[in-house]
């Protein structure tokens, strides 16, 4: 008698392939969802550059709009503050005049009253009969006294003269370091900052990548079926 046996193709043939391609389908998808990982990693880092970017553009024009505000701001505050210096200088101006021009009245009323007073004394005298050299030294002592005492007051006014010369350019001096104290402010227009350097993008993964591991998930299935599979073979049993 001889009994024949044939191989259980199911059991011997098909199980290592379905675990050669379960082992491709596990290594193909952990290459996809680590490329997809990769690239949704790269996607939000470059979201938050780009955010970021224009976070520095919107601050950087805010920065830029305020600069000219001022600015427009400080050169109407040079222009009020050089009117008012103006206005005080010419006040000073007109002050230290009225000044000179009452030392001026004073010296000129002082002035009369001495010809006055000289003019009596030289009344009083004639009228008391006096006469000769002495009468004679007299009047002329009585004249040089006032025109000494003229003499003071003519130096008097011209030293106040002088002072008032003085006075006026201190005032111009003042007002014209006030102006430019004042334009310092102004003198030079605002500039905007510079610009914020555009952001370096990452690429993320390349698709060559992916196919290379989605390659490689199946090389790995293919190497696993070789390794777990045995040879299959009929095999034959006699009896005699």
């Given at each position: 008698?001889?009994?024949?046996?044939?191989?259980?193709?199911?059991?011997?043939?098909?199980?290592p392939i379905s675990m050669g391609i379960?082992?491709?389908?596990?290594?193909?998808?952990?290459?996809?969802?680590?490329?997809?990982?990769?690239?949704?990693?790269?996607?939000?880092?470059?979201?938050?550059?780009?955010?970021?970017?224009?976070?520095?553009?919107?601050?950087?024009?805010?920065?830029?709009?305020?600069?000219?505000?001022?600015?427009?701001?400080?050169?109407?505050?040079?222009?009020?503050?050089?009117?008012?210096?103006?206005?005080?200088?010419?006040?000073?101006?007109?002050?230290?005049?009225?000044?000179?021009?009452?030392?001026?009245?004073?010296?000129?009323?002082?002035?009369?009253?001495?010809?006055?007073?000289?003019?009596?004394?030289?009344?009083?005298?004639?009228?008391?009969?006096?006469?000769?050299?002495?009468?004679?030294?007299?009047?002329?002592?009585?004249?040089?006294?006032?025109?000494?005492?003229?003499?003071?007051?003519?130096?008097?006014?011209?030293?106040?003269?002088?002072?008032?010369?003085?006075?006026?350019?201190?005032?111009?001096?003042?007002?014209?370091?006030?102006?430019?104290?004042?334009?310092?402010?102004?003198?030079?227009?605002p500039q905007p900052d510079m610009a914020?350097?555009?952001?370096?993008?990452?690429?993320?993964?390349?698709?060559?990548?992916?196919?290379?591991?989605?390659?490689?998930?199946?090389?790995?299935?293919?190497?696993?079926?070789?390794?777990?599979?045995?040879?299959?073979?009929?095999?034959?049993?006699?009896?005699?």
């Amino acid at each position: 008698m001889v009994l024949t046996t044939w191989p259980l193709l199911n059991f011997a043939v098909c199980e290592p392939i379905s675990m050669g391609i379960a082992t491709a389908g596990v290594g193909a998808l952990g290459a996809y969802g680590q490329y997809q990982s990769q690239q949704d990693a790269a996607r939000a880092a470059n979201q938050g550059r780009i955010n970021n970017y224009k976070y520095q553009l919107q601050v950087r024009e805010n920065n830029w709009m305020r600069a000219k505000s001022d600015w427009e701001n400080d050169k109407i505050n040079y222009e009020e503050t050089v009117a008012d210096n103006s206005f005080a200088a010419q006040e000073g101006y007109a002050r230290a005049q009225r000044q000179l021009n009452e030392q001026f009245k004073a010296a000129a009323f002082s002035e009369q009253g001495d010809m006055i007073k000289l003019l009596e004394s030289q009344g009083q005298m004639a009228a008391s009969g006096r006469a000769g050299k002495s009468a004679q030294r007299l009047d002329d002592s009585m004249v040089a006294a006032w025109g000494r005492n003229n003499a003071t007051k003519a130096a008097s006014l011209a030293s106040s003269k002088e002072g008032y010369q003085q006075q006026v350019e201190d005032i111009w001096r003042q007002q014209r370091d006030a102006n430019e104290s004042a334009f310092d402010e102004v003198a030079f227009a605002p500039q905007p900052d510079m610009a914020p350097q555009k952001p370096m993008m990452e690429k993320g993964p390349s698709k060559l990548g992916l196919v290379t591991g989605i390659a490689q998930a199946g090389m790995g299935g293919f190497l696993s079926l070789i390794h777990i599979s045995e040879p299959t073979r009929l095999r034959r049993i006699s009896y005699a």
